[in-house]
């Protein structure tokens, strides 16, 4: 009996040993909540500023009061904003353009990469850049427009939560697609 008893334990006490590893478990890695992204669609914005562009009908403009033409378009559902800014051309496009691409730039500490996608519209007179920041930046997509001579309008995406590649990567692609859309429907007055 005392043999068994004593078996019994070294057989208990063996498997205890052997089963014993330094693996540590390892987390799952965080999940995220399901995105609704509503269906596309689109309406004109012409207000008393020198352009027309479409916009999506999900979203609604907000008004800088200092100047007439500087806006926010506002995305309420995915708590993201594009900042319109409209200067007037006074011979310093050089400067419009210097300032464009020092704002996009400053977010290489953060960025991965920068890509830069020209656009232009010669029967418009319609020219400009798409800037896709990919990484952690504040501003996922910036890009300017310009007729070259007389008008430039800059914008930036940006979100009013913390940035996080892998959550906002479903939004940011749907929105890109909308500031594609306004890019190539934007016309000067």
């Given at each position: 009996m005392?043999?068994?008893f004593?078996?019994?334990i070294?057989?208990?006490?063996f498997?205890?040993i052997?089963?014993c590893?330094?693996?540590k478990?390892v987390?799952?890695p ?11 669609a ?22 800088e009061?200092?100047?007439?033409c500087w806006?926010d ?29 020092e704002?996009v ?6 960025a ?5 996608v020209?656009f232009?519209n ?6 400009g850049?798409l800037?896709?920041?990919k990484g952690?930046t504040?501003?996922q ?5 310009t007729?070259?001579t ?13 940035p996080?590649k ?15 859309h306004?890019?190539e ?5």
């Amino acid at each position: 009996m005392k043999t068994r008893f004593v078996l019994s334990i070294a057989v208990f006490m063996f498997l205890i040993i052997t089963s014993c590893n330094n693996d540590k478990p390892v987390p799952r890695p965080r999940g995220y909540f399901r995105i609704d992204l509503p269906e596309k669609a689109y309406k004109v914005y012409d207000d008393e500023c020198p352009f027309v562009f479409e916009m999506p009908v999900y979203s609604f403009i907000i008004k800088e009061k200092e100047d007439y033409c500087w806006m926010d378009i506002y995305f309420p559902l995915n708590q993201a904003t594009i900042y319109l800014t409209y200067k007037q051309i006074n011979n310093d496009l050089n400067a419009h353009l210097e300032d464009s691409h020092e704002f996009v730039y400053k977010h290489t500490v953060k960025a991965d990469a920068i890509e830069e996608v020209r656009f232009e519209n010669d029967s418009l007179k319609v020219y400009g850049m798409l800037y896709n920041l990919k990484g952690n930046t504040a501003s996922q997509i910036q890009f300017f427009l310009t007729d070259s001579t007389n008008h430039f309008l800059r914008g930036s995406l940006y979100f009013n939560v913390p940035p996080n590649k892998d959550s906002l990567a479903p939004v940011i692609d749907f929105i890109r697609v909308d500031i594609e859309h306004l890019m190539e429907s934007f016309e000067w007055k």
